[in-house]
């Protein structure tokens, strides 16, 4: 699955816009005083201006499998990274996943996670950039409690997707598609990994191409 096109809401453009094009350096396709939309890799991720409430997501970036270290001494110029008691260290080491992550809230509260999967062929000699944020290859779905099961199916059947075949689903957590794009599925309040921030239902809408068939997909 290919996330091509993921579309968020924030209270907080200006800072978004300053952060993500400045700070991180990455390239804006277009921007307004409502909406901005930011390229990173093979997606566009869109953030909408609102005033009604203050939104947050949880999405993860591809990275190259060899850059962890790299992208950790990297984005320490830019922000702080989340520490994990569990892992004793700022790098999460996915063992089934085949996969190591660091993480960071964005000034908007987003809580975002840069991956590089071993399995996947993408490692590169170059200096780590912002140039090397592959695509957005996570997108948090948060759902009412009462509706989780039923909903998750409907995903599954209406999309025509499968489980990660490397994380089994869990009571309160569904991984939903393969190492270039998943669902992270969770009911409402359950806190997002790594933080103990509960995940809230906000609007979104993914663009995203399943076995050669594009969906697009409303929360």
């Known amino acids: 699955m290919e996330i091509n096109r993921l579309i968020l809401q924030t ?4 800072e978004l816009t300053a952060f993500y094009t400045t700070a991180i350096g990455l390239p804006a396709v277009s921007k307004n005083e409502n ?19 203050d939104p947050f997501y949880h999405i993860a970036i591809n990275i190259p499998a060899n850059k962890i270290e790299e ?4 984005l320490t110029n830019h922000v702080e990274l989340i520490w994990m008691d569990q892992y004793n260290s700022d790098i999460a080491d996915f063992v089934n996943w085949h996969a190591k992550s660091v993480y960071f809230f964005d000034p908007a509260g987003n809580i975002v996670e840069l ?7 993408n490692k590169t000699d170059e200096s780590f950039s912002a140039s090397q944020f592959l695509s957005v290859s996570e997108v948090g779905l948060v759902i009412k409690e009462a ?3 039923r909903s998750v199916s409907g995903l599954l059947e209406k999309y025509r997707l499968s489980y990660f075949d490397k994380q089994p689903p869990l009571q309160q957590f569904r991984a939903i598609g393969d190492d270039e794009g998943l669902f992270i599925v969770v009911p409402e309040n ?8 509960p995940s809230g239902v ?3 809408e993914i663009q995203f191409t399943n076995d050669g068939r594009e969906y697009v997909l409303k929360m």
């Open 202 to 204: 906000f609007p979104m």
């Open 115 to 121: 991956i590089a999967r071993f399995d996947l062929d």
């Open 71 to 74: 992208a950790k001494k990297w």
């Open 190 to 197: 359950r806190n997002w990994f790594p933080t103990d921030k």
């Open 35 to 53: 909406e901005i939309t930011i390229s990173i890799g093979s997606t566009e991720l869109v953030f909408n201006q609102v005033s009604a409430a």
């Open 11 to 14: 209270s907080a453009l200006k």
């Open 147 to 149: 509706d989780f099961n």
